[in-house]
T-cell receptor, first 112, second 112 residues
Framework: DTEVTQTPKHLVMGMTNKKSLKCEQH?????MYWYKQKAKKPPELMFV?????LSINESVPSRFSPECPNSSLLNLHLHALQPEDSALYLC?????WGNGYTFGSGTRLTVV | DQQVKQNSPSLSVQEGRISILNCDYT??????FLWYKKYPAEGPTFLIS?????DKNEDGRFTVFLNKSAKHLSLHIVPSQPGDSAVYFC???????????FGKGTRLSVIA
């Protein structure tokens, strides 16, 4: 298995909802990442987990809460989002830091 | 300050001709460079990479050139095909626990 699987592919949520994005990989990668991408912009790093520990939080608002239950899974819990949080959320993994990234196809999130 | 720069937001090339996408970086600690291709509403797909110990890496129709003294790299696609039409992101990382930094991307259109 050489893929990063993200679910759901599309999500529409209201500003008072609580939802979660899921990411899974079975390549034995020990680093996992959440990126946010707005239209016509590069992916922006949100969080990095290394060996299931949060290593980087790029000053992301607390309405985004990451979780790494085990080495294969990465979740992003969403609560009280704003319409401007609508974007493509990408998960990626790598064997170790810095190279060999594999990206998932993303979750297209719309906050209404 | 943007550490990875792709100064051309778009590029149009005729089918069969060469496409050259450019990327400049400012951080001299970067030692690994990657190119990703991205279709709309999908995650980036790894295309080709180069480490700082090399100045050229070739994979089929894709060749990446690295000029360390100029802090410049380029992606050559020859011959260009309509299916190559996508946004191309240049990304860089340094050794030791540094995540990828992306450029803003160049939209390539290959015209039949």
């Amino acid at each position: 298995d050489t893929e990063v699987t993200q679910t759901p592919k599309h999500l529409v949520m209201g500003m008072t909802n609580k939802k979660s994005l899921k990411c899974e990989q079975h390549m034995g990668h020990r680093a996992m990442y959440w990126y946010k991408q707005k239209a016509k912009k590069p992916p922006e790093l949100m969080f990095v987990y290394s060996y299931e520990k949060l290593s980087i939080n790029e000053s992301v608002p607390s309405r985004f809460s990451p979780e790494c239950p085990n080495s294969s899974l990465l979740n992003l819990h969403l609560h009280a989002l704003q319409p401007e949080d609508s974007a493509l959320y990408l998960c990626a993994s790598s064997q170790d830091w810095g190279n060999g990234y594999t990206f998932g196809s993303g979750t297209r999130l719309t906050v209404v | 300050d943007q550490q990875v720069k792709q100064n051309s937001p778009s590029l149009s090339v005729q089918e069969g001709r060469i496409s050259i996408l450019n990327c400049d970086y400012t951080n001299s600690m970067f030692d690994y460079f990657l190119w990703y291709k991205k279709y709309p509403a999908e995650g980036p797909t790894f295309l080709i990479s180069i480490s700082s110990i090399k100045d050229k890496n070739e994979d089929g129709r894709f060749t990446v050139f690295l000029n360390k003294s100029a802090k410049h790299l380029s992606l050559h696609i020859v011959p260009s095909q309509p299916g190559d039409s996508a946004v191309y992101f240049c990304a860089a990382s340094g050794s030791g626990n540094t995540p990828l930094v992306f450029g803003k991307g160049t939209r390539l259109s290959v015209i039949a």
